[in-house]
């Protein structure tokens, strides 16, 4: 008896789904946005309440125990997961996009603006961030989570530039855009209608890389005291709970769940890469 | 003793949409001293056949036959019991070989690493290495060169020494010359034999789509369609009386210099080789045979014609017409 | 139509492009109306470079090319899409020339969008079908594909159907056979001799590859590192052939019915050194130091009629040396 060969509609999609590493990842991701989402609401708490004794550790009332002032951990953990995303993707975000701008227009003229827009961005990746932030912080008064986006993707864009003109530069040698040329398109639309969308599945995953990038980047920041002036967020939790003493103290439930929350996340974003990597590049795929 | 039996091989890749049937059923044999020469078009098995004797990986699927090597069985099928075989006893220069070279290291050290992996030291071997490096003409100086300041030509000299310097009984090259600029072919090519000459190696498999390169060096020519043998001989009956119909399309559709379009119009061969996930029943080439009748339908056998060791895959030629 | 005068590429390389490499050099021909010339040359002759310097895709460094007598590095806007029109090319790898998300037909639309914008849909479809059937493809068969469900042959053919659109009357095509398959090759070939001979094309013919050059070709014109060694009519340079190089090229040519001669050749150790002299120099089995070859570099003079070489001694060529089709060559050309 002879096996029928499987009919398969759409490869793109028959791959993506099989791939562990992306269904594991998006599944993680989309857990933590739930959660974001839906958190507030299943708590009765305010995120700086007074709510509870001090330093209670995780029981039937706080999820999470509380903190050394008696508010909720695991009210301020499901508050705190907005501010992430929302940094994450505006940082990310925008960086790249400044990244893709800038990569593309070196790649495509190449010649001289090549080599100006190649100084600018190697200026931009040695400058210590973390000083430039110092004194930006002396000169506003109060920061928020926006600015702290802009700050990241601002300076988070070098390397996505250099990838991206990579890439556009690959593509330009390719014949198609030679066909294009004699066809009698213009630069522009040779970009927008040949180049791009090519790079479609290559800037995905330059985006996820930068929202995992954004996250870590601001948890830091925030971590070491750089962080917005008001609000909440899974870094500005560390801070405090280190600040408070809560590691010699043993608070594990206070500085553990945002902790963990970031690493879980920006790993399943990892993790959703490479695999996204395996379903865009055939040859990487596992039988 | 042949250096080489096959008898029914089959190795299919795994794809999402089934298993390609790309070797479907190979049996031959290479004597000591043979050149023998695979050639077909793309697709037709023969990369297949030459990479399932040396390194079987998925997506290569084994899936019948025997393989025997001076007599002694080649367990294909076993990519680590294959590690004792391979470089030492049956070699393989892969297609785009020369760009396969490690760019950050010098070409004394890429020789030192492979010796090394079989437990043998370079100084064992440099007085064989420097006299191999005389013999295909690059001067010694290339052992302190890194392979990008070579030319495309000697890289593939490069990689020839390489896959030879433990004198493999069997020497597959897949597609060697296919890169290079039409004179460096030539001393490529030349070199393969000047191989078998000096005994380096007993025998050669050369795959190349190119049958007049297969002229010039191969004593017996393999002619392969849609993953089955058409039709095997020795080269000059092979060129001068090509019995099996796709044959005789092939050669008369090539152009040589002297046959110009205006004297002569060649003819190439209508339609596209059968795809190799549900290939048709009975003879692969029927569907685009002038001669294909009745029987084609049937799959005709890859017989012996006479003593000269001429074979076959025709019904034309072995079956009955009507 | 086409004519190539003193046209040099020079690429500048290095950290402020130091050193100059010479792609092309000092390189003139034409091509006329309803002529196949063949443009034969090796990797870094610099065959592919003046195929796309025709095609106004790469900038030239000095020299001029003109098409009906205009100088094609003014035309711009208007006038360089006026010249799409009548020049086109094909390249080498069809499965690069297309992009591959998208559909094959897609170049189709893009010219329509490009020059014909309001051509009418059914009389469009009509063109389609037409040079579809001219390059020998049944339209069912390769529209609405995408490139990969498609092969080599088709491919190419798809492209020279997409020329064709146009009614162009010149086509550039650069090594447009060799990524096809052998049976495929031949067909390919003939439509081109056919495009030539019923619509008088001209073509420029860009290979490696002699036994299609001859096959298809009016003219050749031998490239060695980006100067002209020898030209003229097909039959004339590949029976007597009076350069060097070209009698390498001949001999090294893979055949069906000679084997290979036992000519030395000497093999290229590196990349030499550019000298003022002849660029065949450091491998030329004529050559002599200290004479004028390695000092002077030699001009294209007409050896006969219809029958150009570059080089300062091909006057003394051994009287045995077996040329293209056979037969030994005769006496020395007095």
Redesign the interface.
Known sequence: MK????K?KH?FL?FAWRNWKLRLGLLVVFFFVLLAIVGPHLTPYEPWAYVGPSARPPCKEFWFGTTMFGQDVFTQFVHGLYPVFLVGVLGGGLATVIGTLIGFTAGYRGGWVDEILNTFTNVVLVIPTLALLLILAAYLGVRSFFIQAVFIGCTAWPWTARAVRAQTLSLKA???V????????RPAKIVLT?IA??MLSYLVMVFILQFGGAILNAATLDFIGLGPTRGISLGLMMQIALLWGALPLGMWWWFVPPGLAIALLVGALYITNVGLDEVFNPKLRE? | MNILEVRDLRVYY?????EVKALDGATFSVAEGEIMGLAGESGCGKSTLGRSLVLLK??MKYVDGKVFLEGEPLPIWDREKMNAFRFAKVSLIPQYAMNALNPTKKIKRIFADILASRGIRLKQVLSELNWRFELVELPLEVLKMYPIELSGGMKQRVVMVLSTLLNPSLLIADEVTSALDVSTQKAVAKMLVEFRDQRFVKALIVITHDISLLYQIADTILVMYAGKFAEKGGTEEIISDPKHPYTRLLISSLPKIGVRYMETKLRGIPGHPPSL??PPGGCRFRERCPEAFEKCGEEPPFITLDSTGRQVACWLITGNHD | MIELEHVTKIYRLGTFGRRALRAVDDVSFRVAQGRVVSLIGESGSGKTTIG?MI???IPLTSGRILFEGNDISALSGRA??DY?RKV??V???PF???????KADR?FR??KT??FPTVGPQQWDKRIREVLSTVGLVPEEVLGKYPHQLSGGQLQRF?IARALLLDIQFLVADEIISMLDASTRIDVLNLLAELRNNRGLSILFITHDLSLAHYLSDEAIILYRGSIMESGDIEKVFQRPLHPYTQILLSSVPRLDQKWEETEIRLKVQEGKRTAGCPYYDRCYLAEKGKICADLKPQLVEAEEQHFVACHRFREIPKEVKHAAGQTRGTSLA
């Open positions: 096996k029928k060969p499987r398969v490869e028959y390719r014949e198609f030679d066909l294009a040329k004699i066809s009698g398109m040949e969308p090519n039988m | 795994q794809t999402i949409k089934g998925p997506p996930l549900e | 796309k095609l106004r895709l360089l899409k799409y086109q090319g390249f080498q790898d690069s020339s297309y992009n591959p998300i998208f170049i893009i010219l490009e020059f492209l």
